[in-house]
């Protein structure tokens, strides 16, 4: 499985806003250091693509990724802005490597909390080595962990001064129904941002992406996603829902923590079958989740949560703004001024 976006890990703000502090002091350090080395990576996609070196197969995604941008700005009501219209080579395969963690019985995120960005459910580095050992340390804290890497991460229009977000080798050459949410996902957490409500910013922003995408597919006559595909992102997504509908019933019960952990391993059974039954009788074998399930655990279903979470109420909320972007985007960023238990009511109140 390719886990497709970042959080919106705003990586550099919280040196930006003046943190401080001797235990932070490395983890900022090595926030801003990565983030300003793939600025300096970055030029303008039309010298990439008047390079007489640049490869045909990368000058047509370049040119492929700025349509897609234009269409973002015209039809999506997204920002027109810097980000996007640069493209940085990092030689590697992921941008960033997040830690995500929990507790043994809970499907609760571990939270870290930075200026500005408020508290979010993930930690990110430049370097997996960095990520890999702060995963270390949570474990030995009794914490399930997941460490992955992602491709792109938004830093909220706080750096279009920079350059803003760029393109990168990292998703450049996807597929294009794929390139198209992403684009769409990472600009939609530059219009609206809720400080502590992870889950709120990232199924805005997977609403963003999945609306924007049905639409650029019916506007352009390019290739959407295909059936099969969509198909198996849908089943994907009801069965990790299903394992957390079971296992939040097992942790808020008041079995003994034996009990629970044996119903949680008998939770995780269910999971795993189904998944084989899917792929046997289903998906022809398809194996693109393969890595994600043999790694599962509490973290991984959490992540997951926060991205679809909200989606379905989102959707409806686009819906009642009579499908109009902007409409839609001012709607969301008032939301995002409420408080939180007010935000979550009136987005349950859609259900």
Known sequence: ????????????????????????????????????????????????????????????????????????????????????????????????????????????????CFPVMGCVGYRGYFDQAGAEGLAAQLREQGLEVSVYGVPAYSTLGW???????????????????????????????????????????????????????????????????????ARRRADFKALGLRARERLTAVYASTLSEADKRREKA?????????????????????AGYDGWMSRVNNAALAVQAAYDGLVPEFERLFERQGRDFARFHAEVKRLASLPKAERRAKLQALR
């Open 1 to 112: 499985m390719r886990l497709r976006w970042a959080w919106s890990g705003a990586l550099l703000l919280a040196v930006v806003a003046g943190a401080t502090g001797c235990s932070s002091f490395g983890y900022y350090a090595q926030s801003v250091g990565g983030h300003l080395d793939m600025m300096r990576r970055a030029k303008p996609v039309p010298a990439w693509v008047a390079d007489s070196s640049t490869p045909e197969a990368l000058r047509l995604r370049l040119q492929l990724a700025q349509r897609l941008r234009d269409f973002a700005v015209s039809e999506l009501a997204l920002p027109d802005n810097a980000s996007y219209r640069r493209y940085a080579d990092l030689g590697r395969a992921s941008v960033v490597w997040n830690v995500v963690a929990t507790p043994e019985l809970s499907l609760v995120l571990k939270t870290w």
């Open 159 to 229: 750096t279009n001064w920079l350059g803003g977000d760029p393109l990168l080798n990292t998703f450049i050459q996807w597929p294009e129904p794929d390139l198209a949410r992403l684009i769409f996902h990472e600009l939609s957490h530059q219009v609206a941002y809720a400080a502590d409500d992870t889950q709120f910013n990232e199924s805005y922003a997977t609403a963003v992406e999945r609306l924007g995408a049905a639409r650029w597919a019916q506007v352009s006559g390019h290739a959407a996603e295909s059936p099969a595909s």
């Open 266 to 286: 008998a939770v995780m059974a269910t999971l795993q079958a189904e998944y084989a039954a899917l792929k046997a009788n289903e998906w022809g074998g398809f």
